[in-house]
């Protein structure tokens, strides 16, 4: 800094400048003010390490911030452009069914001579219409509640878990629910099912967004790599994929308080992995346990369940 200084007193002295034309006595005042204003500037652009390592920590904190903030507009921006399409497809859907509902009273009202079994008929038809009508409204709304509601837990488990490795937890919203993956290194010891102190807090922190949210269930998936095991506890990676299932299922009820009705442990062995097992790097992916946040399973098929009288229409 202090060299800037000096080589732009320099310039202003002895270049081609209007300050050339100064009179001896003014340059050797104006030569003092700029020694001055340098000393100045310089003692006050001085920092110490203390303070200028704070102030990198709180820039690394903002960019964190930051990407936190992107990857959630990403998310929401996602699920808004999926929510869009799905909309102008049911509305399209009601717009078809309107227009059904509309030329079938303009053909009764054109009709001179009706059948009383006719009449009755089409009654049944325009019934059978409304009530589709009023299933498609009720899933579209059913639909938008579940989308809102796994944007919140994606964003509340990505905040609560921000201070986690991302390589160990993964977040993602997957066939319409939030699956949350933790790699086996933070959970468990190589072939073991015991759980670490350190998982212990992750649990700790999922199970508390879970019991904020009783109309969902929960899957736990332990999975493996192909790497075979066989000891006096294991026979096989289906025993070492359930076993850290259940293991995770037990911390939750047991020490987070997790209605074990709300629950389901399984294991899938090495049987669905998300890459290849041919590379360490695979395998360590491949070694994980999935927990799965879901609708409760008899809501989710009343959802699903189509109305009496659109049945009725169809024969």
Known sequence: MTCIIVATAHRLFFCKSPLRNFEPEKMKILTSLVVLASLTLVSTS????????????????????????QN??????????????????????????KSTNTNLLARLSDLSVVSKSGAESIKQSL??????????????????RKDS????????????????????????????VVYVSISDKMLFRSGSYQISKRAEE????IAKIVNDHKELDILVEGHTDNVPIANECMVDNWDLSVKRATS?????????????????????????PK?????????????????????????????????????????
Do not use: W
């Not at 001085?46 to 930051?66: F, G, P």
């Open 248 to 272: 995770i299922v037990r911390l939750m009820q047991n020490k987070f308080s997790v209605q074990p009705s709300r629950m389901t442990a399984g294991g899938r062995s090495e049987y669905l």
């Open 72 to 97: 959630e507009i990403a998310v929401l921006q996602n699920s808004l452009a999926n929510e869009k399409n799905r909309t102008k497809s049911l509305e399209q859907q009601i717009e078809y069914f």
């Open 202 to 205: 992750v649990i700790g922190k």
């Open 127 to 144: 019934s059978a219409l409304n009530e589709q009508n009023r299933y498609i409204k009720d899933l579209t709304t059913s639909m938008q």
């Open 149 to 176: 509601i796994n944007l919140v837990l994606v964003m509340n488990l990505k905040r609560s878990l921000d201070n986690f490795e991302d390589e160990d937890i993964h977040i993602e919203v997957k066939k319409g």
């Open 275 to 315: 890459t290849t097992n041919e590379t360490v790097e695979g395998r360590a992916k491949n070694r994980r346990t999935e927990i799965v946040i879901l609708p409760k399973l008899d809501q989710f098929f009343e959802l699903l369940e189509p109305p009496t009288a659109s049945t009725d229409l169809e024969q």
């Open 46 to 69: 001085c920092v110490t390490q203390k303070k200028y390592t704070a102030a990198q920590d709180r820039a690394t904190l903002c960019e964190n911030n930051l990407d936190n903030s």
